[in-house]
């Protein structure tokens, strides 16, 4: 074996070696970190989900159910439900076609859309909230929609423009990263064998991305469930018709009916439960 090359793997196997001895800490030092991270997990979660779940509890059975049946709580749940069904695909098709631009093609502008894409991140959801109302209330264009009939704010669309604006990085930024490190070898061998570009996305691309895609969505989703500060400024807080499952948390709890806001409290905790279990799994797939 010529010297380089035994240099090089004389060294490897050193690297490795010390390595692997620096991850052999001694016992009381995993102990400490483990419980340092035990604790704050303790601490910061599992007991403000314990006491969310105790005050919804707190009057029984009766009173959750009574709560949960409520005509104004039944209108939230629906309109949160109905919000995210038109605001998540909306936003797998915006991620999808920003994804397959940005890593399949060369552009000018290619930066600038990256850094769009990143905006919401950036911008407070309350200030975003009140472009929206500024555009469709405060000038010509939403004199104009209030003109033929569109009533844009303080109506669901209104809700489902500002969860749209507030979600739609997850999908393509879950995407990218995945999408890049594919590279397009496998597209260009199916185009070049004859598929066409619907059946290249169709059978080659989709099911390469279906494990980053679907933790998009899930991301996407549990954000759209949750969202309070944009949805807040755009929905004027009408009961019963734009109030999704946060805002009718808070005229809930500001009415001192605090077992009805945390009957509600504990059920968009459960949502988000089983969307934290959705994304474990889909998580363990995509690394499988």
């Known amino acids: 074996m010529p010297a380089g090359i035994t240099s090089l793997v004389s060294t490897s196997r050193r690297l490795q070696h010390s390595g692997r001895q620096v991850l052999r800490e001694p016992a009381w030092v995993r102990l400490a970190l483990l419980t340092v991270a035990l604790g704050f997990l303790f601490l910061f979660l599992f007991v403000p989900l314990l006491c969310v779940f105790a005050e919804a509890f ?31 695909p909306l936003n797998v098709v915006f991620g999808l076609a920003a994804a397959w ?56 669309p209104g809700l489902i423009l500002a969860t749209l604006f507030v979600t739609f990085p997850f999908v393509a930024r879950e995407l990218i990263p995945l999408m890049q490190s594919q590279g397009s070898d496998e597209e260009q061998a199916a185009i070049s064998l004859g598929a066409s570009g619907w059946k290249t996305f169709w059978h080659v691309t989709l099911p390469n991305i279906k494990w980053g895609l679907l933790h998009g969505v899930v991301l996407c989703n549990a954000r759209a469930m949750g969202e309070f500060g944009a949805v807040s400024v755009v929905s004027g807080h009408v009961q019963g018709k734009t109030n999704t499952i946060p805002l009718h948390i808070e005229v809930l709890y500001e009415s001192n009916l605090y077992s009805a806001s945390f009957a509600m409290a504990s059920l968009l905790t459960l949502l988000a439960l089983l969307t934290l279990i959705v994304k474990i799994v889909v998580e363990r797939k995509h690394k499988a």
């Open 58 to 88: 707190k009057k029984g059975w009766h009173s959750y159910a009574g709560a949960l049946g409520d005509r104004n709580s039944q209108s939230a749940i629906f309109l949160t439900l109905k919000v995210c069904a038109v605001a998540v």
């Open 101 to 156: 631009a940005i890593t399949k093609f060369n552009f000018k502008g290619k930066n600038f859309l990256l850094t769009l894409i990143d905006l919401p991140f950036a911008v407070s959801p309350v200030i975003s909230g009140l472009v929206f109302v500024l555009i469709f209330s405060h000038t010509a264009f939403g004199d104009w929609l209030k003109g033929h009939g569109w009533q844009i704010m303080f109506n669901t």
